[in-house]
């Protein structure tokens, strides 16, 4: 059998929330999880990690309509002219 | 898509009529979130800016098809999706395919040169796993995801946003980025090894502390809003 470093494990253990892993993967996991807490933790916390992320998109959707604390993160004036202009041409283009 | 729909069901606010507002107030009151969402996904305020005009002008072209199933701006975040994945599979054709020479240091900077772990993981109280406790507390995570995402490498954030928090089909992922399957996991490993180092310390330690915090006083401190005390 081969011994999983951790950092091994580390890869088996994030590619196996995407794919199911082959026989000596899974041999080699669960020899190394016995023996290290550390990969243990890791692989509860990549969990919850992929769990939280989950809903991050549509936690942005929801926020308020501007960002008014964090403008770095926002539109700058210019963008914001710019767009709005381009809308209001093309809206009044469609529009009788 | 469907979930992310139905997330934003129930809110109120600007974009929950089931009718279009003006397509001209458009960027009033969905622009800085547009934006953010297409900046996340290309990290490039130009191309974030094009994405975002080319999502709101296809939505003026396609007004005639909304059918009220969603709010508004989750149906211009789905316009928007489809227009940063075009921007995606464009970068990635004129840079001539993604298979440039890898040099992340990643693994590099988590592992000892025995393959041991350098900061091993720290254990998380259970409190600090539990999902969301509310809508704020759900919008504070994403700003902290953001930052931490800026410190991952640009095409392993890609994978990971596309594949964790868009839900998108692996077979999609990988005709966008242009990569092959074994490629896309190595991606989504390595930006989870720096996200959950990084949202180790920016998230869920930090949570175990306001969370004691609170526990330890219940009432009697109006003054605070929850999350300020957070590093
Ligand atoms: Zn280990």
Redesign the pocket.
């Known amino acids: 059998m081969i011994l999983?470093?951790?950092k091994d494990?580390?890869r088996t253990m994030s590619a196996q929330r995407d794919r199911p892993l082959s026989f000596f993967e899974r041999v080699s996991l669960t020899g190394?999880l016995l023996v290290?807490a550390?990969?243990r933790l890791?692989r509860r916390q990549i969990a919850v990690l992929d769990r939280w992320c989950r809903g991050a998109g549509a936690a942005e959707e929801a926020s308020a309509a501007s960002i008014n604390e964090k403008t770095t993160d926002g539109l700058t004036p210019e963008s914001r002219e710019r767009l709005r202009l381009s809308i209001a041409k093309a809206a009044g283009d469609t529009q009788p | 898509m469907t979930g992310q729909a139905e997330a934003s069901d129930r809110r109120t606010g600007p974009g929950a009529a089931t009718a279009l507002s003006d397509p001209r107030s458009w960027v009033d009151l969905h622009g800085d979130i547009l934006f953010r969402f297409a900046l996340a996904r290309l990290r490039d305020r130009h191309a974030a800016e094009e994405a975002v005009q080319e999502a709101l002008l296809a939505a003026l072209g396609a007004r005639a098809t909304f059918a009220g199933h969603c709010a508004e701006r989750t149906w211009l975040i789905g316009i928007l999706k489809h227009k940063v994945v075009d921007h995606l599979r464009r970068r990635i054709r004129d840079r001539g395919q993604g298979d440039e020479p890898d040099n992340d240091t990643t693994e590099k900077s988590a592992f000892t040169w025995e393959s041991?772990?350098r900061q091993p993981p720290r254990r998380w109280s259970s409190a600090a796993q539990e999902d969301p406790a509310s809508d704020l507390e759900r919008q504070e995570f994403a700003a902290a995801l953001r930052e931490c995402l800026a410190g991952v490498p640009e095409r392993a954030a890609q994978a990971f946003v596309l594949k964790i928090v868009d839900e998108t089909d692996s077979d999609e992922i990988c005709k966008v980025l242009s990569i092959t399957p074994t490629n896309l996991w190595v991606l989504l490993h390595r930006a989870r090894l720096r996200l959950r180092a990084c949202l180790e310390q920016r998230w869920f330690l930090a949570r175990d502390q306001t969370s004691a915090a609170k526990d330890a006083k219940p009432p009697a401190q109006p003054k605070g809003k929850p999350g300020k005390g957070r590093p």
Do not use: E
Request: proline share 0%; with cysteine.
């Open positions: 999983f470093s951790c494990a580390s190394h290290c550390a990969c890791y | 041991a772990w």
